[in-house]
């Protein structure tokens, strides 16, 4: 068969991985954090699904949103990426961002529960599956999809909200608290971009090139400055952006936000993010099972494997990344109580 040229160009977003044997037909788009396994035949496109699982079953590409969302292995990636990072220039090339909940990912999340809702509402019942942009998913999973999707969209609202106040406190008035929630302008609202590790509001690099494409830039040295600043700004477009994200959830911008509303986002945020850190460690247990040890204590018995084993990988509640991640939720519990603490003195 004649072609007119090569097509075979596939795009796989930050932190996705695929198992050992996996094949992928390109043109393939796979979104930011999914593991793909097995053998796929079919052009498909699920970069609107972060988080998500691409399985294969009998010849048919299952997309399996969010569900990758609570896998340990999605965490350890995430904190091992920047621990890896050894650059000791502080002029560095590369501008990377390397934070997991970000605008980017944030408004892919917020864009899937907008399909999901409309997938719900029109597929038949009696149908076991949806068929997206070339993909199948089961339809029952869609609700469950949903759930952990807006888990975590209300996550990263609250871990927004709650950096800006970090230093609040006890005697701080609602004046200051209102001035320390409000966003500079709106150069972080809209669509955001991932260019090479660097996240940016699309808004600013549409802008560089045009300038580039104009000859305002008309150096190499003037086009790193550009990114630098985007690179260094991007606090300030992120919490441009979630504000935008927090009025189309509560009608008001965080500075005018009641405060009933301040605590509702801080509880929501301190329940959401520990039991996503629970339903990790959950995941991690699984690497300390009967399971596991089947190849450890050969010529022993069952207490030689158990012996031999935790010689080897240590004991879960020693684990550094499981002490890490109970720290962690912690933390959350103890800063979401001493803010609700200050903020319910004000109701």
Known sequence: MYKLGP???????????????????????????????????????????????????????????????????TRRDNEKWPARDRRKDRDKRDLIHFQMFNPYI?????????????????????????????????????????????????????????????????DLSLTDLRGMLASRGTEGNGKWVDICGLLSPAGKIDELIDEVKSSKLRYVEELDGHLFSIYENFDFYAWEWCSDLISQYYDYRPEDLPVISLLQIITEWKTNAVRLNNMILQDAMKEFDAGSMISYGADGDSGTRNSDFHAVRGEFDKNKFVTGLKKESEEIEREADRLTAILGRNV
């Open 7 to 73: 097509v075979h160009q596939g795009i796989l977003e930050r932190g996705s991985k695929t198992g050992s044997f996996a094949y992928l037909l390109l043109p393939a788009h796979i979104g930011a954090f999914t593991v793909v396994v097995g053998k796929h035949y079919n052009n498909f496109d699920t970069s609107e699904f972060p988080f998500s699982y691409i399985s294969e079953e009998k010849g048919k590409s299952i997309l399996t949103p969010a569900m990758n969302l609570f896998t340990v292995g």
């Open 106 to 170: 944030a408004g892919k999340i917020t864009n899937a529960i907008r399909i999901i809702d409309d997938l719900i509402e029109k597929t038949d019942r009696s149908k076991d599956y949806v068929s997206y942009k070339g993909i199948t998913i089961p339809r029952l999973l869609l609700k469950t999809a949903r759930k952990y999707y807006d888990m975590a969209i209300k996550i990263y609202m609250g871990q927004q909200l709650t950096a800006r106040m970090r230093t609040l406190a006890d």
